[in-house]
């Protein structure tokens, strides 16, 4: 397995902002497309972005679209989330994954590698 490991969750009002990151220490995260992906309390996981390697094309659901923003490090191994504008309805749990390509549809899930989780609440 590729052991990803998110940072960066937490508590933020409406409006606020957050930046996940995903790293890995044993693989080359520029190999992969990473894709971050969370899931709600009494919900189905959804995903939200997916960057692609080597292009480096950044996806995103609807629901995200201007307002999250995908980007690669590759000197740090590192890919981040950049979320902006939060709203009470992007609380969740938030992993990155990773898989050769993209899932056709960036709403899917279909990942072969992926990290933890970390908790992202939008509440006032």
């Known amino acids: 397995q590729v052991p990803l490991v998110e940072s960066g969750g937490g508590l933020v009002q409406p409006g606020g902002s957050l930046r996940l990151s995903c790293s890995a220490s044993e693989f080359t995260l520029d190999y992969y497309a990473i894709g971050w992906v969370r899931q709600a309390p009494g919900k189905e996981r959804e995903g939200v972005s997916c960057i692609g390697s080597p292009n480096g094309r950044a996806d995103y659901a609807d629901s995200v679209k201007g307002r999250f923003t995908i980007s690669r490090d590759n000197a740090k191994n590192t890919v981040y989330l950049q979320m902006n504008s939060l709203k009470a309805e992007d609380t969740a749990v938030y992993y990155c994954?990773?898989?050769?390509?993209?899932?056709?549809?960036?709403?899917?899930?279909?990942?072969?590698?992926w990290g933890q989780g970390t908790q992202v609440t939008v509440s006032p």
């Open positions: 994954a990773a898989a050769w390509g993209c899932p056709y549809y960036t709403t899917e899930t279909e990942y072969d590698y």
